[in-house]
């Protein structure tokens, strides 16, 4: 069954380090995307980054790049140079399967990380 | 631009109570879904719909109906409200692949607290 494991309930890193969110996911699909969504204490659910399953190179957005080991089945979320404005929680999600018109498009996500950032 | 539009924000019910929550998205969006989050959980899927007219079960879909009578609106009510129904819900809707969204994410609304007593 499709699972999607975030080990790290909590995170501390200082302001301006580099912070390495982790995420394992467990799918029996050849073909699946994996994302990452930011939710601030405000609680809205902000997408940051996407890795589809085919996708060779590792993906960046900015401050963020998605570090993915297909072979662990793993997606960390990297954030480099970190504000005090990533505090927030982090959740990783992924939809199994081609992204075609047989896919609903439903993720599933893990529990979240919760990272705070100190000045 | 709205995006996606959850009404109430807040609410509290008492224990059998029943109420709906409103889902409405101005981006055209053809794929819409309710999750529930609850501390250590994460977000699950409650019901979720490809299309006007389309409904379907996802993850957590026991005590919730859903209705998706016209394409920007999605619908999630609770006909008698049990305290583990306690939760913040999201609404989020996506692009469908003939529109070329590479990624198929998904947008959020602002959530909805609930609280049964």
């Known amino acids: 069954a499709q699972k999607i494991t975030q080990t790290q309930p909590g995170m501390f890193v200082q302001e301006k380090e580099a912070v390495t969110l982790d995420c394992t996911y467990d799918?029996?699909?050849?073909?699946?995307?994996l994302f990452w969504y930011k939710q601030p204490s405000s609680g809205e659910m902000i997408f940051l980054i996407y890795?589809?399953?085919?996708?060779?190179q590792n993906a960046t957005e900015g401050r963020y790049s998605l570090n993915f080991q297909k072979a662990r089945k793993s997606a960390n979320l990297v954030i480099s140079a970190s504000q005090l404005g990533d505090s927030a929680m982090y959740f990783c999600?992924?939809?199994?399967?081609?992204?075609?018109?047989?896919?609903?498009?439903?993720?599933?996500f893990g529990q979240g990380t919760t990272l705070q950032v100190k000045p | 631009n709205a995006g996606v539009t959850q009404t109430p924000k807040f609410r509290v019910l008492k224990t059998g109570q029943s109420m709906t929550l409103l889902c409405a998205q101005d981006m055209n969006h053809e794929y819409m879904y309710w999750y529930r989050q609850d501390p250590g959980m994460g977000l699950r899927l409650i019901h979720y719909?490809?299309?006007?007219?389309?409904?379907a079960k996802g993850e957590v879909p026991d005590g919730y109906n859903v209705s998706r009578l016209k394409k920007q609106n999605f619908l999630l009510g609770l006909e008698s409200a049990a305290p583990s129904q306690t939760s913040v819900y999201f609404c989020?809707?996506?692009?469908?692949?003939?529109?070329?969204?590479?990624?198929?994410?998904?947008?959020f609304g602002e959530g909805s607290r609930l609280t049964v007593l």
């Open positions: 890795q589809g399953s085919y996708d060779e």
């Open positions: 799918t029996s699909d050849q073909s699946y995307g």
């Open positions: 989020a809707s996506s692009h469908t692949t003939v529109l070329r969204r590479k990624t198929g994410e998904l947008f």
């Open positions: 719909s490809v299309g006007e007219g389309t409904t």
């Open positions: 999600a992924m939809r199994e399967g081609n992204w075609d018109s047989s896919n609903t498009g439903k993720l599933i």
